[in-house]
């Protein structure tokens, strides 16, 4: 059997794509953005419908897209910010990507993803690659066989570019494991990207991919849609098969993707819903085969919604208020469009919900069961990983307590099963009595935590403990910059429907943005921008400061002749208030600094007022105690 290196093949299969492109075009190379052909196509942000057109037209190829997206994660997840989301590339995806264009060519498109590159979490089973589960004990194992949707979309005519980093063995909401190390938000290189499909998150709303898949037990798709500006459905228990993808609980498990535009996930869950013989949840699947996605989609589906804002699940929390504002502001825009808003609440919501997850109860079990079953696994139970330090020490706690569960059927087990029952009867019977649509609520109460830090804030249990399909919706931005999501949640089977009101709400607002961070690609400037001063008197220092865009950092070398300025107390960066100087938000140096050197990591609304020229570099000394000597950053 060939021998895989888990991560740093990557580079091979970067030159070996680098190479192919510039044979295929002739000119083009790694630091000319994303463009693909002397067409100047560009895939950032491109959906699967341009993607299409273009190639339909000739003016792309699949092994160009290809090509192009692989010139993006060398540039933003390798380089540059280093993303680090993706944790391995597939080396047959130019040659999978050439058959696929033959076959264009030949007898058609086989399928919605024909020619189309997309990234999987790493806990789908692929058969031609490793599936890790983002966990060093796990790094050269190859499944044998593809898991049930991954063959669906290889007979969609998907081409698979890798896999995608994630929360070790999906147990966490931040994206850190043994293999993949720490994901980053694309908003906010300091932040984290959610998860546990963190690593999927990150890469779409990069355009590292035209479409992503990620999986949900508690929340695993929609946070990282949240976190990363993106749509994610947490699709009904049953509607698309979980075989093949290596569990956290067979009862709350669910796959499918995540996507920049509704339209996109339309495309993706058309392509993987259906009945699995092999799985017995979607058995309600089997004579069901009225459920389009795209047919569903209604750019005024919101015009005559009822919806329930579940007010419950808003906190009340000072740490909650600035996202519960929002929320209720783009519930208003909802109202706005037409829908009718009712205010609802669940009696003992948190009585209810409290006790209701089976993770703790099934996880150890579920992940025996799954490596029995798989000959060549290097590894036979949790506790083996755990006994041999195969895994992140960030887990070391959630694992050792997923460890101690004696018995696979215990009556705590069994009264949390009574609970997701009860609780899904009251959640369906108050829809069904409100003869609401959907319900309403934040994605996460709070905003996204530094990387390092507890993320508190979700709300995913309700769907996760229910099995009833929940969509989260990109709904804007915090004053930080950081995006947010609302959670529509339906009635059993009504995915397409919920999906068509997100669907609404953004073709009628504009809350998609392209990350801070992934976006030099594309543009005809240098990575590396110099950055103008003018002090206004001749008493002007020495400064050198450069932008590094793809990295959102100011670098700086500033020198003040002795006794040109008198003592210098600070250096700061300040803001502009009405056209006059604000307040200081980065200090630079502070008493007695002649010279310094160094950089500042900027956050993403920092980044905007530099481009919008609203920034000062302030010099505070002896001769200037009031800041006098400041000049306005800028551009050019």
């Known amino acids: 059997m060939k021998k895989w290196s888990p991560i740093y093949s990557v580079k091979l299969l970067l030159f070996q794509s680098t190479t192919f492109l510039l044979i295929l075009v002739g000119c083009t190379t790694s630091s000319e953005n994303d463009q693909a052909n002397s067409v100047d196509f560009k895939v950032t942000e491109a959906t699967i419908t341009e993607l299409h057109t273009a190639m339909s037209e000739g003016r792309i190829t699949s092994s160009e897209l290809v090509a192009s997206y692989l010139a993006r994660i060398d540039r933003y997840d390798r380089n540059g910010p280093k993303l680090n989301s993706i944790i391995r590339l597939n080396p047959n995806a130019l040659e999978q990507a050439i058959a696929l264009d033959k076959e264009r060519v030949e007898s058609g498109m086989r399928g919605p993803l024909h020619g189309i590159p997309i990234l999987l979490k790493d806990n789908y089973n692929t058969a031609d690659m490793p599936t890790s589960a983002s966990s060093v004990a796990l790094a050269s194992f190859v499944p044998q066989s593809d898991a049930f949707q991954v063959t669906k979309l290889r007979e969609a005519g998907a081409v698979i570019l890798g896999k995608t980093n994630m929360h070790e063995l999906a147990a966490g909401i931040t994206t850190i494991s043994s293999l993949g190390g720490q994901t980053k938000n694309p908003y906010d290189i300091t932040r984290n990207p959610g998860g546990s499909s963190g690593g999927t998150g990150t890469a779409i709303a990069a355009s590292f991919a035209a479409i992503g898949w990620g999986s949900d037990t508690c929340g695993s798709i929609r946070i990282p849609a949240s976190n990363n500006n993106l749509f994610g459905l947490r699709p009904t ?173 215990d009556p705590e087990y069994r009264e949390s099963l009574e609970k997701q029952e009860n609780l899904r009867n009251a959640v369906v019977g108050l829809m069904r009595r409100m003869e609401l649509d959907a319900l309403v609520y934040p994605t996460m109460r709070r905003p996204i935590a530094r990387i390092g830090d507890r993320q508190a804030g979700s709300t995913c249990q309700l769907s996760a403990s229910t099995g009833l399909p929940a969509l989260s919706v990109p709904a804007g931005f915090t004053e930080d910059g950081l995006p947010f999501g609302i959670e529509l949640l339906g009635l059993p089977f009504s995915d397409p429907d919920l999906l068509s009101l997100g669907y609404s709400f953004e073709q009628n607002t504009d809350y998609r943005r392209v990350p801070s961070y992934a976006s030099a690609i594309g543009k005809d400037k240098s990575l590396y921008i110099p950055i103008q001063t003018d002090f206004p008197t001749a008493e002007t220092p020495h400064t050198e400061l450069v932008f590094e865009e793809a990295t959102g950092t100011l670098k700086y070398l500033v020198s003040v002749p002795e006794e040109t300025l008198g003592d210098i107390y600070a250096m700061a960066l300040q803001l502009e208030e009405n056209q006059e100087p604000g307040g200081i938000i980065h200090r630079i140096a502070g008493p007695n600094s002649q010279m310094v050197e160094g950089e500042i990591l900027l956050a993403p609304n920092t980044i905007e007022k530099l481009r919008e020229h609203q920034v000062f570099f302030t010099i505070f000394s002896s001769k200037y105690p009031k800041g006098q000597m400041r000049s306005r950053l800028a551009i050019p």
């Open 237 to 409: 228990k049953g509607l698309a098969s979980t075989q093949g993808i290596i569990p956290l609980s067979h009862t709350q498990d669910v796959g499918g993707p995540l996507s920049r535009t509704a339209t996109d996930l339309a495309i993706g869950l058309n392509a993987v819903i259906g009945h699995d013989p092999a799985d017995p949840y979607t058995s309600a699947m089997a004579e069901n085969h009225s459920i389009d996605f795209l047919e569903a989609l209604d750019k005024n589906a919101l015009r005559k919604a009822r919806i329930g804002v579940l007010t419950a699940l808003f906190g009340d929390a000072p740490e909650d208020q600035e996202i519960g504002l929002l929320v209720k502001k783009a519930v208003a825009v909802m109202e706005g469009l037409g829908s009718e808003i009712i205010e609802v609440s669940l009696p003992n919501l948190s009585t209810m919900l409290q006790g209701s997850s089976v993770i703790g109860h099934e996880f150890k079990w579920d992940l025996i069961d799954y490596l029995q079953d798989e000959p060549t696994a290097p590894i036979n139970s949790l506790e083996e990983l755990v006994e041999q330090g195969l895994f992140h020490v960030a887990l070391e706690g959630t694992f050792r307590r997923r460890m101690a569960d004696e018995e696979r059927d």
